[in-house]
């Protein structure tokens, strides 16, 4: 390939064109340094600018209430499947975990290593087709939280209505569906979410906390696993990923140039309505993993008459630069994941594709 493709990878997933270019004319010389964002102190003004500047920006377009912090950490968000548990399954309390695909239950069974964990809700028997009824979610006594995966990247559902645990703390895994459209964060009590989908290119994990939970967590833990560290030191406890928070800063500025979550929350859907549509209308050749009421707007899921098909789907796409639509193995078939840097071109090039693939084969 000579040209750029339209990457419809899970994550690492696609850039916004502008934010790379404005990444490589910086790439020398950050800002008259003289040096590259990856060479320069952390501690130094222009970093802070950096950081600083993108705890601003996520605040200001996803309406962060002030009493949250924004917190950049490492271990990217499987990290936060241990954090989460070690800071506040304590004093007898118990995790609950609503599990909804593979994410949400890997963040399950590390819940269970620290202490008591309960299944709240789980939609394994209908093959992870659908995200939980709120009426499913039953909750444990005594409960630390409940923790949700808003959107599951593999199987390709994401919640429309997130439950209501009124004084539990609801704690959600964004990572395939932060800033793509608008929620209301004081709902939750953290949010966390790894870069590569919907932030930037991998490195860091993004986490929302409410102020009492960082009041609230585990003081007995390592340095580096406690919420306060990150919280009390600006994210410059130790050295974080520069670059990858660099890139992020870019990103938010990028969706903000766009007009905001509002509009990026309208784009989406109208690109995930162009592929839901190709499959809605292929008189079945297109068969979508996720029920309706449960479908993603930033992964598609589907799978073509068999496996063969599949593959050869797979092929021809790549062949006119359409990469990455490989199902997840639990899952087969194919998967688009049209996240807000894919653009809507990408969408019409792939449903025009569907289109003629069907034609041809069915
Ligand atoms: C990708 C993903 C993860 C894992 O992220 P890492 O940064 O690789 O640890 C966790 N949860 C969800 C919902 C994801 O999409």
Redesign the pocket.
């Known amino acids: 390939m000579s040209e750029r493709v339209f990457n419809f990878n899970p994550?690492p997933a696609t850039l916004p064109l502008e934010i790379l270019e404005e990444a490589q004319k910086e790439m020398l010389n950050y800002k008259g340094t003289g040096m590259s964002v990856m060479e320069i102190s952390h501690r130094s003004k222009q970093f802070e600018e950096i950081i600083v500047g993108a705890e601003t920006l996520l605040k200001e377009l996803m309406g962060i209430p002030d009493n949250y912090r924004v917190l950049f950490i490492g271990m990217?968000?499987?990290?936060q499947f241990n954090m989460i548990p070690m800071n506040y399954i304590v004093d007898e309390k118990a995790g609950n975990y609503v599990i909804t695909g593979s994410?949400a239950s890997k963040a399950y069974k590390e819940g269970i290593k620290i202490g008591e964990s309960h299944v709240a809700a789980n939609t394994k028997e209908v093959n992870f087709t659908r995200v939980a009824n709120p009426d499913e979610i039953k909750l444990s006594d005594n409960p630390a939280f409940l923790h949700i995966?808003s959107?599951n990247?593999i199987f390709g559902t994401q919640w429309k209505v997130y439950p209501e645990t009124g004084e539990v703390p609801l704690i959600a895994?964004m990572?395939?569906d932060i800033l793509s459209k608008k929620i209301d964060v004081s709902k939750f009590a953290l949010i966390y979410a790894?870069a590569?989908?919907n932030l930037g290119p991998?490195g860091a994990?993004v986490v929302v906390i409410r102020e009492d939970m960082i009041e609230k967590s585990n003081q007995n833990l390592p340095t580096m696993l406690k919420y306060d560290t990150y919280a009390k030191n600006n994210s410059l406890y130790n050295t974080p990923a520069s670059f990858t928070i660099y890139m992020i800063k870019l990103m938010l500025e990028w969706v903000k140039s766009e007009g905001g979550l509002e509009a990026i929350e309208k784009r989406n859907e109208y690109k995930a309505g162009l592929v839901y549509d190709a499959i809605d209308n292929s008189n079945g050749f297109y068969t979508g993993h996720a029920e309706p009421s449960s479908r993603s707007l930033m992964n598609v899921t589907f799978r073509l008459p068999n496996e063969d098909l599949d593959k050869e789907f797979i092929a021809e796409a790549a062949k006119i630069g359409l990469a990455g639509l490989k199902g997840h193995r639990e899952v087969g078939g194919i998967r688009a994941s049209i996240y807000n840097a894919m653009p809507v071109a990408g969408c019409e090039k792939l449903v025009e594709f569907m289109n003629d693939f069907r034609n041809k084969k069915a």
Request: charged share 10%; hydrophobic share 25%; no cysteine.
């Open positions: 994550g990217g968000a499987t990290g994410f995966t959107n990247t895994d990572s395939s790894g590569q989908k991998a994990v």
